[in-house]
Structure formats: C-alpha cells, structure tokens
C-alpha cells in the first residue's frame, strides 16, 4: 500500500499540475519533493506503475489473493483510480480500456493469471519450479492411463468453504476451464498472451 500511496500522490501532483496553465512550473522543490517534469510522457508513468505499485499488488495476491473476490474490491478500486489519474483519463472512460492500455489486469483476474501460469510451469516446465512443485497437480491421463485431447487436471472432493480456498483445487478448477487449445500450449510466452487476453474478457 505503501507503492500505492507513493504513486498515487505523485500521480495526482501531476496531474492537476500540467492540467494548470495559470502558473508557470515552479523549479524549487524540497527535500521530501520529486521533479515530475519527466513524468509527461506515457511510457515514464507506465514504468513508474510497474516499479512502485504492481509490484506490492503481486506480493499481496501471493499472500491474501485466494479470497472472496468482494475482499478485493477495496483495492481494485483505489487502483482504478490510480490507474485513471496516471492515464489522465476522465469518468467515461470503462476500467477495461484502463488495464488494457498498460497491459495488465484488475487483482482478480490478476490472481488467477498467476495461479494459470504456475499451473502451466507445473505441467510443462517443473524443472523451473522447486521440487516441492513437481507433482502439486495431477493429470487425469496418469490415473486413468490413456491419453486424452485434454491436459485436464485431477479435482479432489473438498468442503465447501475452506476447501475451495485450497491453491490446488484453485488451480485446477481454474485449469479444467480452460479450451484444449490452452491447456495445449507449450510455449510459456504464447500460453502467458493467450490466457492475459482470456482474462481481459472473462475473469473466470
């Protein structure tokens, strides 16, 4: 929270001052105070994002991300309008066009993009993972021992509740959803566009 409120006041600090043409850009600022005048371009403010907020967004979707989604919407919110204010976007313009145009996704769908990947990288690439990795989800062809046109992944029977809040049964539900096309996918780099692009649209 902390990246956020950083940006967010940076952001904001810029934004009312370049859209103010009454006084000239002041060229004192004070120990505690950032020159911005870098920040009007659009590539700078994205990369400023992805330094001081995305970073913390990921480190507490590892940590609290397998939530009830109404849990989320306090910081989905507040990073709406962050994202809004660094794009200079007013009210009309839909949350949608906000996280397309920096590539990345609301804390929901962002959770179950990184739950997919490491699904992914269990699957086709454990060698990149740490052991403990290596068997965390089970193909329905290794127990029924015939291949099928789908990579879907076993679902063990688990409460309702705490047992749907499980990384593995997160995981594979999250997996089984997806088209064989998907599931089907080698390459990391094609599977991470493909399922950022299914996201954008469905947030599963």
Not at 44 to 68: K, Q, R
Not at 102 to 131: D, G, R
């Amino acid at each position: 929270m902390l990246g956020i409120g950083l940006v967010l006041g940076l952001a904001h600090f810029t934004f009312c001052h370049t859209s103010s043409t009454q006084k000239p850009a002041s060229p004192h600022f004070t120990n505690n105070s950032v020159s911005l005048c870098f920040v009007n371009h659009n590539n700078t403010i994205c990369n400023i994002y992805f330094a001081f907020v995305h970073p913390y967004i990921l480190y507490g979707l590892e940590v609290y991300g397998n939530i009830y989604p109404s849990y989320l919407d306090k910081l989905t919110i507040l990073n709406n309008k962050l994202l809004r204010i660094l794009q200079k976007e007013g009210c009309i313009c839909c949350n949608e066009r906000l996280y397309l145009q920096y590539n990345t996704l609301p804390p929901v769908q962002l959770f179950n993009y990184q739950v997919l990947n490491l699904v992914h990288k269990v699957v086709y690439s454990p060698h990149l993972l740490p052991s403990i990795f290596h068997n965390y989800f089970t193909l329905t062809s290794s127990i029924h021992g015939y291949e099928t046109r789908y990579n879907k992944l076993c679902l063990t029977h688990v409460n309702i509740g705490f047992g749907q809040r499980i990384l593995i049964y997160k995981g594979s539900q999250l997996w089984n959803r997806l088209t064989s096309n998907l599931t089907n996918s080698t390459a990391s780099k094609s599977f991470w566009k493909k399922i950022k692009l299914l996201l954008s649209c469905d947030p599963m």
